[in-house]
């Protein structure tokens, strides 16, 4: 599957961006969203399980994204609001392409990346 990511930017302290992904190719069993900001361990932000459409968040950003999934458009959203400068990072998309009732919302359970968009929060 290739995921192409799109809607980075830069945004002041408390502002609001709309991140897009869109996929082609095969079909995937999740999609998440994944951020890594310098100097820093790439973590999970939110990850979307398509068999029953459930969603996580992570802590750091609970509250404040909103993780979603248009099937016609095959394309998924990460709304993120409130933001702060440190969300400042890239966000990547990631899909698994396989199934696993074990796999979590971890980066080495996806086995596709997009490339990454950069979110910049700064006044």
């Known amino acids: 599957v290739q995921l192409v990511e799109s809607g980075g930017g830069l945004v002041q302290p408390g502002g609001s961006l709309r991140l897009s992904c869109a996929a082609s190719?095969?079909?995937?069993?999740?999609i998440a969203w994944f951020r890594q900001a310098p100097g820093k361990k790439r973590e999970a932000v939110s990850c979307?399980?398509?068999?029953?459409?459930?969603?996580e968040y992570s802590d750091s950003t609970k509250g404040r994204v909103t993780a979603s999934r248009d099937n016609a458009k095959n394309t998924a959203y990460l709304d993120l609001n409130s933001l702060k400068p440190e969300d400042t990072a890239v966000y990547y998309c990631?899909?698994?392409?396989?199934?696993?009732?074990?796999?979590?919302?971890?980066?080495?359970?996806?086995?596709?990346w997009g490339k990454g968009t950069q979110v910049t929060v700064s006044s």
């Open positions: 990631a899909a698994r392409t396989y199934f696993s009732l074990l796999a979590g919302c971890v980066a080495e359970s996806f086995d596709e």
């Open positions: 979307i399980t398509v068999r029953d459409e459930s969603i």
């Open positions: 190719g095969q079909d995937y069993y999740a």
